[in-house]
Nanobody, 115 residues
Framework: QVQLVESGGELVQPGESLRLSCVAS????????MAWYRQAPGKERELVAR????????QYADSLEGRFTISRDDAKNTMYLQMNSLKPEDTATYYC????????WGQGTQVTVSS
């Protein structure tokens, strides 16, 4: 049974930082392309960042302006998203996704950026 469990979301003020984690089980983590998506209320789910097997290749949404960094630790079956200089528009539920021959989603973790 595949499980993706996100954590690290919380309420923060604009300009602060957060690190999200996604722990995977039940799959060959190192073989999977891992990604972070987010969905704000009333909006469609959008890709935030993606990291390919091996960890050397990544992709980011253009709107992030270099504020976020995706990484993975295959020894820990864990993916991370370091988020710096957070803005109110980053407020969303952040989801982890694993893709190999199939795709799996986590349940999400809430990030709220507000003063």
């Amino acid at each position: 049974q595949v499980q993706l469990v996100e954590s690290g979301g919380e309420l923060v003020q604009p300009g602060e930082s957060l690190r999200l984690s996604c722990v995977a089980s039940g799959l060959s983590f190192s073989r999977n392309t891992m990604a972070w998506y987010r969905q704000a209320p009333g909006k469609e789910r959008e890709l935030v960042a993606r990291i390919f097997p091996g960890g050397d290749s990544t992709q980011y949404a253009d709107s992030l302006e270099g504020r976020f960094t995706i990484s993975r630790d295959d020894a820990k079956n864990t993916m991370y998203l370091q988020m710096n200089s957070l803005k109110p528009e980053d407020t969303a539920t952040y989801y982890c996704r694993a893709t190999d021959s199939r795709s799996y989603w986590g349940q999400g973790t809430q990030v709220t950026v507000s003063s």
